[in-house]
């Protein structure tokens, strides 16, 4: 059945109430109001089904350093911007992937133009920190100072910390930091959903959530003013929600879906926990940052508060493994699971072996596309060989695995044609031909990743999904139909509007 349609569409209450097929564009009518798209066509909602809303409201003013070429150039846009929380100067986005060479950065560098004034800046993944000597005083850290459970401190030949901690040890840092105001992380949530909507999307699942967000959120959506629903998972690696006393909810525009868990970290740090070692560095096989046990603990724990939704990063075949077995000690401690989503974020690397078990276990994966092509040149350093078992699209699907996509955005674009056109391409940059190309989708594979199979992995496909009388009118309107042309024209589509639960949002 195809997804994208022409005709005019009647909105009731929320609802789609009547579609009325007819070439030439769509026309939404809702009361005495109808507005008309010529040639537009009609899809279900797009749904980003792994991102950061607040990260990326905040990226949009601290992440100034994504696309940098070398550390000199992050330096120098640290100069331009300046301390932005309180005395400490605080940004995302670096990739020494995109260096030459492609090296971790250190103190030093920072140090030479910020001798005294603290300097704490995000890995494009979120999975690193790059710090200064001002800010490693200021928290303690010295070569005495031990590696964190679940986290690393780098350090050179000497023992002595080099200015980058990784996953777990960025904590070491950040609990020094200023925090963030209410008023910022309202407009960041203002914006974000905003920017989101004006690409087409009408639904998020909002990951590793903190509790003190989540009044925000519901505030914001009893007002009005998220243009796209917001599903939140709430951070779960130290039984925050639980401490919160989060419960479930079930709002229209934010709903509380579930719990969120990180069992390693990134390719990009070396974090990723591997089965054998990183081929470009085989003293490291990355950090597993919970044991099977402490994740079936962690899932017991949400299922008896009340959740039926569990999203576990993990990207290194290792973690995979480690949260499939978590899974499977979970169903036999519970007789029925049937409404219980399990979900295994990013599913990046994958052993053989462990692509049945998805299904045995009824575990999703739910990845993003994008990263496949961005990731391509650096999981070939990291993997060597191993690159042949990562960002198995096809292979997930012909072994029967429920797959959705997002972006995990800030990381990659939150434009979800980037994600769709990775799907049905898979051409890296700088790169003329398909990376490993039996694994690619069809548009509209691609596009139900993005769609009812979102919605499938949050409970939700009896409401959302598809454009049919009585589903809730959740519709994004571009200017072609993205399902059949050509796949090199999918980025080049617009977005003419979005509709969410009835509330028509113009965007062209």
């Not at 079930?250 to 868990?261: D, Q």
């Not at 219980?340 to 575990?363: C, F, K, M, N, W």
């Amino acid at each position: 059945m195809a997804l994208a349609l022409q005709g005019e569409l009647t909105i009731v209450r929320g609802k789609i109430a009547a579609i009325e097929p007819r070439a030439g564009g769509v026309t939404i009518r809702s009361g005495t109001r109808r507005v008309e798209f010529p040639g537009g066509w009609a899809l279900p909602g797009l749904v980003d089904a792994h991102a950061h809303v607040v990260g990326l409201g905040l990226a949009f003013r601290e992440g100034y350093l994504r696309d940098a070429p070398s550390k000199h150039e992050c330096i120098e846009r640290l100069i331009a911007h300046g301390p932005n929380r309180g005395e400490w100067i605080v940004a995302r986005g670096w990739n020494q992937e995109l260096w030459s060479p492609p090296l971790f950065p250190t103190r030093y560098d920072l140090d030479r133009v910020f001798p005294t004034t603290p300097v704490a800046l995000t890995r494009v993944d979120g999975h690193a920190l790059w710090v200064n000597s001002s800010a490693l005083e200021r928290a303690g850290i010295t070569a005495a100072t031990p590696d964190p459970a679940g986290g690393a401190i780098v350090r050179d030949e000497h023992g002595m910390p080099t200015g980058i901690l990784l996953d777990a040890a960025m904590e070491l840092i950040q609990q020094y930091i200023p925090e963030r105001t209410l008023e910022d992380i309202e407009h960041a949530i203002i914006e974000a959903t905003a920017a989101a909507s004006s690409v087409g999307l009408t639904e998020i699942h909002d990951m590793d959530v903190l509790p003190e967000h989540l009044p925000i959120f519901t505030q914001l959506a009893e007002q009005g003013k998220l243009h796209c629903r917001i599903l939140s998972w709430v951070r779960g690696q130290r039984f925050e929600w639980h401490s919160a006393g989060v419960l479930p909810t079930t709002g229209e525009f934010h709903r509380v879906a579930g719990i969120k868990l990180f069992a390693d970290g990134a390719l990009g740090s070396r974090g990723a926990a591997l089965l054998e070692p990183y081929t470009d560095d085989p003293s490291t096989h990355g950090i597993l940052l919970l044991t099977v046990e402490e994740i079936a603990e962690r899932i017991k724990r949400a299922l008896d508060d009340g959740f039926s939704s569990i999203a576990v990063h993990a990207i290194g075949d290792r973690a995979v493994r480690t949260v499939l077995d978590a899974f499977e000690q979970i169903q036999q401690r519970y007789a029925a699971l049937d409404n219980v989503r399990l979900r295994i974020e990013h599913s990046q690397v994958v052993h053989p072996d462990d692509l049945p078990r998805y299904v045995q276990t009824g575990a999703i994966a739910s990845v993003q596309p994008i990263h496949c092509t961005s990731d391509a040149a650096m999981a070939e350093r990291r993997l060597g060989t191993r690159t042949a078992t990562a960002y198995r699209w096809r292979l997930f699907l012909q072994h029967g695995v429920l797959l959705c996509a997002g972006s995990d955005f800030p990381v990659e674009s939150h434009n979800p044609l980037s994600g769709i056109d990775a799907f049905c391409r898979r051409i890296p940059p700088g790169r003329e031909h398909p990376w490993y190309p039996e694994e690619r989708l069809s548009a509209t594979e691609a596009i139900e990743a993005y769609t009812i199979n979102a919605h499938r992995a949050a409970d939700m496909s009896y409401r959302r999904g598809w454009l049919a009388v009585g589903m809730d009118a959740d519709i994004t309107i571009v200017d072609r139909n993205i399902e059949v042309c050509p796949a090199e024209e999918i980025l080049q589509a617009r977005t003419l509007a979005t509709v969410v639960g009835g509330t028509l949002y113009e965007h062209a």
